[in-house]
């Protein structure tokens, strides 16, 4: 069955300090992978994308990490602001002619200042 | 311009009630979308439409009725509302995944439905 699963649920920490959030997927066949960035009461944007061949992307102070093999990707957040307090949404597209999107459940990160 | 704009933003209305949400994209894009976010904040797919055809019709109580005039809109029709359906729904757009576009999802700003 093809799932999403995202870890951890929450997360709280400190204006300045980094962090890290977990994407493990059971897709198959698979095309890519995208982080979105969900703000309170806002529909969510795409931060990157990761395809097949691709370890690892940056966009500003998120870095996203693919490992194909063991079906895990990461999102790294340096030096954290207030402003990336949001909900992280890992979604997975199933590789063929449907392209079905199979969505994380997504980490809500909290910055405090 | 907003890209993807659905309206409206709130909706409060009566158990038993009807009522229709809207959706435009300025995209260009050619398959559009409807997802239930609930309490838990997790996205669920309830439809798409490509080129003005559904493609996607999850188990989603007939109750809900989408409708695509053209490749630009797709509104959502509620009838006799229910406590459950309590929610906010996100209208998104994509160009069609292929070989050479990854369907990148564009999203409305959401419309929370409170159903008393």
């Known amino acids: 069955k093809n799932q999403v699963e995202q870890s951890p649920q929450s997360l709280i920490i400190l204006e300045g300090k980094n962090c890290t959030l977990q994407?493990?997927?059971?897709?198959?066949?698979?095309?890519?992978l995208r982080w979105y960035k969900q703000d309170t009461g806002r529909g969510p944007v795409s931060l990157t994308i990761m395809t097949f061949s691709e370890n690892t992307k940056s966009n500003g102070r998120y870095t996203a990490t693919l490992d194909a093999d063991t079906k895990q990707s990461s999102l790294h957040i340096t030096a954290s602001q207030l402003s990336d307090s949001a909900s992280y949404i890992c979604v997975v597209r199933v590789g063929g002619s449907q392209g079905n999107l199979i969505f994380g459940k997504g980490t809500k990160l909290s910055v405090k200042p | 311009d907003t890209a993807v704009s659905q309206t409206p933003k709130y909706l409060v209305t009566q158990m038993g009630n009807d009522k229709s949400i809207k959706c435009e994209q300025n995209l260009g894009h050619d398959t559009m979308y409807w997802y239930k976010q609930d309490s838990k904040k997790f996205l669920k797919i309830m439809f798409s439409y490509n080129n003005k055809e559904l493609i996607i019709n999850e188990t989603v109580p007939n109750r809900f009725s989408p409708k695509s005039p053209d490749k630009a809109h797709l509104n959502l029709h509620i009838n006799s509302l229910e406590l459950g359906d309590s929610a906010v729904y996100f209208c998104?757009?994509?160009?069609?995944?292929?070989?050479?576009?990854?369907?990148?999802?564009?999203f409305g700003e959401g419309s929370r439905l409170t159903v008393l």
């Open positions: 998104a757009s994509s160009r069609r995944a292929g070989t050479t576009n990854t369907g990148e999802l564009f």
């Open positions: 994407c493990n997927y059971t897709v198959s066949p698979f095309s890519n």
